[in-house]
């Protein structure tokens, strides 16, 4: 389900990213779930709409990054974060520090919705670097 009218200006990234067992609405990310019975349910995953906007690949570390875009406070955010950060149901609560709500009980679904996503999709990347000024 895409039910992103209330939102402004929905990104074009957004529009054309495959969810697969996700579903996306102005209330967050939900998983859904089909039993062996074929009854179908909803499993929250964020209460805030997330999604992955770009990865940086560090031409001087060799490390990755990504940047996330999300909904809050009526409007797109994004932030950039070690792509450790959402591969660990540990790490991932940091998200909850620029606003992504995530929490204990939802970490791991978050982590595997964001994998998902990756995988799903061709994500842009981007070269960059930490350092500043001239350079060597």
């Avoid at 992103?4 to 074009?12: A, S, V």
């Avoid at 995953?45 to 999604?51: C, D, K, Q």
């Avoid at 790490?91 to 996503?117: D, M, N």
């Amino acid at each position: 389900m895409k039910d992103l009218t209330k939102l402004d200006k929905i990104p074009e990234i957004v529009k054309n990213m495959e969810f697969g067992d996700y579903e996306y609405s102005k209330d967050g990310i939900n998983r859904k779930i089909v039993d062996k019975n074929g009854n179908s349910s909803k499993k929250v995953v964020s209460n805030t709409p997330v999604f992955i906007n770009y990865i940086i690949k560090d031409i001087e570390s060799n490390t990755e990054k990504i940047s996330l875009i999300y909904y809050k406070y009526k409007k797109w955010n994004t932030t950039e974060i070690r792509k450790s950060v959402i591969s660990s149901k540990n790490e991932i609560i940091q998200l909850s520090e620029c606003g992504i709500h995530v929490t204990s009980s939802t970490a791991k679904e978050l982590v595997e919705y964001l994998s998902e996503l990756e995988h799903l999709n061709n994500i842009s990347y981007v070269l960059g670097t930490d350092k500043f000024g001239w350079q060597r």
